[in-house]
């Protein structure tokens, strides 16, 4: 591994653990960790724009291209597995988009699509990689999320976390 791929590395888990301190020692709420964050090409998302009930759990939407290329996601709602500041279901969702989030702007070339909003909801696309392009990176970042959202829904159960997927 060259030094600039083993830096990026240790900035990334630096941010993870980072984030997971302050998520656990100040909790995570509905309105705490959100901001609001440009959006580009606003029509295309838009274009998919869920519609999910946010009272039942954490929705997962994974959105795959015809080649079974993960280009993205949506996390819709709450977990409420715990109480607001005590929810490590709602902490660990939540450190999972960031993460990625900032993971896939900071190591990768893509361009990516983001809106991230009061109320739990979150969208993450990369046009590139639904179009068949995109870097190998983006591709194992958006798999390694996709992974560990299914590992949340396995430990903690569906009725929490609910991972789907759209191909197109």
């Known amino acids: 591994m060259n030094a600039y791929k083993s830096n990026c590395i240790n900035k990334a888990l630096l941010f993870f653990v980072l984030f997971l301190i302050h998520t656990l020692v100040y909790g995570c709420s509905e309105r705490q960790y959100i901001v609001k964050s440009p959006i580009v090409n606003s029509e295309k998302i838009s274009d998919i724009k869920e519609t999910k009930d ?43 988009v960031y993460n990625a ?11 990516v699509e983001k809106e991230i909003i009061e109320n739990g909801y979150a969208k993450c696309i990369l046009p ?25 829904e396995y430990s903690y159960g569906s009725q929490y976390v609910k991972v789907t997927v759209i191909k197109e």
């Open 54 to 96: 946010i009272t039942k759990g954490i929705n997962v939407t994974i959105y795959k291209n015809k080649d079974g290329i993960t280009y993205g996601f949506t996390v819709t709602g709450h977990s409420r597995y715990s109480q607001k500041g005590l929810d490590i279901v709602c902490a660990g969702v939540t450190i999972l």
């Open 128 to 152: 590139d990689l639904k179009n068949g392009k995109g870097s190998k990176e983006a591709i194992v970042l958006l798999k390694s999320t996709e992974a560990s959202m299914r590992d949340i």
């Open 101 to 111: 989030v900032n993971s896939l702007e900071r190591f990768t070339n893509d361009r």
